[in-house]
């Protein structure tokens, strides 16, 4: 038996956190001890504790970084997260050490973890890279822009001064525990093993030769039935957050499109919720997926993970990003044909003409069919990434 530890350092919501619970389980049907290091362990206790799983705080850069550019890729990122302080990295460094010794970790499992990957180098404990391709970079130097939609001739020596300047600072940090160099920003995720949650054309970095994906870790069977309006019209289902910006104009739009649209909005005003009463369901609880994808036949969502699961199951979906990473993925998901995109930035009297689109465009139906045939299997995905765990812990 060996002890895994499952660290999680950067990004929000659920995805991280859920994506951990079947690797743990798979690992302990192994034989392994799984422990998790989450950055927000609010809803660990629900999610793991009656499966006896340990989880505990994992170390974070909490204070603000200011005077910086808007970031241009990962790398300007990483800069708000100490990435420009050396003695701050350190600081964190032997942070992560400590609690990895203190559990007896023989195996690092890094999702969207830079500080810990930069902790690992030298310790010679077998890592392994998850995460969606956001959080899994390809390993170019300098690391490639946010917005690949877009020329960017005029930053190139940006991007290649930012590198430097992260590298100057990760090896001061690296040197005051003997650790080996990064030559390269992307030298973090330079790893024998790296597992890429998603699929070739959602890589919000573009596809990829020789990466290994692995298709989204999930509990899709997780969650509360659907219970979708009576009527007709076909069924739309809408993952709202009530602080996108234009949220009650996109109520306003899904309210009046020829659709009977089950909602999930966490915190949902109770005015809201019913001035839409009788033309949107909205669920309190988070739903039940894999029913949600069987039975929906249109999707809209804010282009995070719930994006995947909708086009695995061949039903197109507005994509309202709230954020880059979620633009860059509803930019890929918009040149399969299956979907449509809100820019953050876009008007929101546009939004009631996307609805209407995406309720009335056979295309859109047809696209997301041949898109959800070139997926792989779900499964699948899981046991290779825990097949990928046993061998990096060798025999024994």
């Not at 020596?157 to 160099?181: M, Q, S």
């Not at 992307?186 to 093993?193: E, F, G, I, S, T």
């Amino acid at each position: 038996m060996a002890v895994v530890a499952l660290n999680w350092e950067l990004g929000a919501d659920w995805g991280h956190i859920a994506r951990f619970l079947p690797i743990a389980l798979g690992l302990r049907e192994r034989g392994h001890e799984p422990v998790l290091l989450l950055r927000d362990l609010s809803r660990a206790h629900a999610l793991f504790a009656t499966h006896g799983i340990e989880c505990l705080q994992a170390p974070l850069w909490l204070r603000q970084v200011t005077g910086l550019p808007a970031e241009i890729n990962l790398t300007e990122t990483l800069f708000r997260f100490g990435f420009l302080e050396p003695e701050g990295l350190m600081s964190n460094i032997a942070a992560w050490r400590a609690l990895w010794k203190r559990i007896g970790a023989q195996l690092l499992v890094c999702d969207h973890a830079p500080t810990a990957l930069l902790a690992a180098r030298g310790l010679g404990q077998p890592t392994v890279v998850i995460g969606n391709s956001f959080a899994v970079p390809p390993l170019a130097a300098p690391l490639p822009p946010y917005r690949w939609w877009m020329a960017h001739g005029s930053q190139h020596g940006r991007l290649a001064e930012t590198d430097r300047r992260l590298v100057y600072a990760a090896n001061r940090a690296l040197a005051a525990f003997g650790a080996p160099p990064l030559h390269s920003a992307c030298d973090l995720w330079r790893v024998p093993q790296r597992y890429i949650c998603g699929v070739p054309a959602l890589d919000v970095y573009g596809e990829r030769a020789g990466a290994t994906y692995i298709g989204a870790i999930n509990q899709p069977d997780a969650g509360e039935p659907p219970r979708w309006p009576e009527g007709e019209g076909p069924k739309l289902f809408a993952y709202l957050k009530p602080s996108y910006r234009h949220f009650d104009a996109a109520l306003d739009a899904l309210a009046a499109a020829p659709a009977r649209v089950l909602a999930y909005a966490p915190g949902v005003p109770a005015a809201t919720e019913h001035r839409h009463r009788g033309r949107v369901v909205f669920s309190p609880r988070p739903l039940r997926m894999a029913e949600v994808c069987a039975q929906a036949d249109l999707g809209l969502c804010h282009a995070g993970g719930t994006t995947e699961l909708l086009l695995h199951a061949g039903k197109p979906v507005l994509l309202l990003p709230m954020q880059m990473e979620q633009t860059m993925t509803a930019r890929r998901a918009e040149a399969t044909g299956a979907c449509l995109h809100q820019p953050m930035n876009g008007d929101a009297d546009a939004l009631r003409e996307r609805v209407n689109r995406l309720v009335t465009d056979p295309a859109l139906a047809r696209a997301a069919r041949c898109t959800a045939d070139e997926q792989p299997p779900r499964k699948s995905g899981l046991d290779m990434l825990l097949q990928g765990c046993c061998e990096a812990l060798g025999p024994g």
